[in-house]
């Protein structure tokens, strides 16, 4: 199996659980078992955690160097979205901004200490 088959499997895997979560909570929600504060408005806030899933999908083995950045990369911009948006600890976009610049420099370095510890997946061209 391709990498990239597998990576198309652990997607629909993951994005499958999520849904079923996602669908389970609402259902206990709507029936009174528990009690959400389900505001469609209030979206905005916890949009990120559609990034984190996404991500996760990419760093979950069998993967690539290229994949596995990109997964790190996502969850990391979710976690900077979600803390500047909601003003966590006092911060916002304006004090973050600079945590940007700082990942992709760890990207920049990551790479290719990654190419040489992924050497038996490489993707297939």
């Known amino acids: 199996m391709s990498i990239h088959t597998a990576y198309r499997w652990r997607q629909q895997l993951v994005w ?9 909570v609402l259902l206990l ?9 389900f505001n ?3 979206f905005w806030r916890w949009w990120p ?7 996760a ?12 950045l990109n997964g790190l990369w996502e969850i990391f911009l979710a976690g900077w979205w979600y803390v500047s948006f909601n003003h ?6 304006g004090e973050t901004w ?15 200490l990654l190419d040489n510890i992924f050497v038996p997946t490489q993707e297939q061209k």
């Open 16 to 24: 499958g659980m999520a849904m079923v979560i996602a669908g389970t």
């Open 29 to 37: 929600d709507r029936a009174d078992i528990i009690e959400l504060d």
């Open 40 to 42: 469609p408005l209030n």
């Open 49 to 55: 955690w559609l990034l984190v899933i996404s991500g």
């Open 57 to 68: 999908t990419k760093i979950i083995p069998p993967t690539t160097p290229r994949y596995f």
């Open 88 to 93: 966590i600890w006092g911060l916002g976009f």
């Open 98 to 112: 600079p945590a940007l610049v700082v990942a992709c420099g760890i990207g920049l370095v990551l790479r290719p």
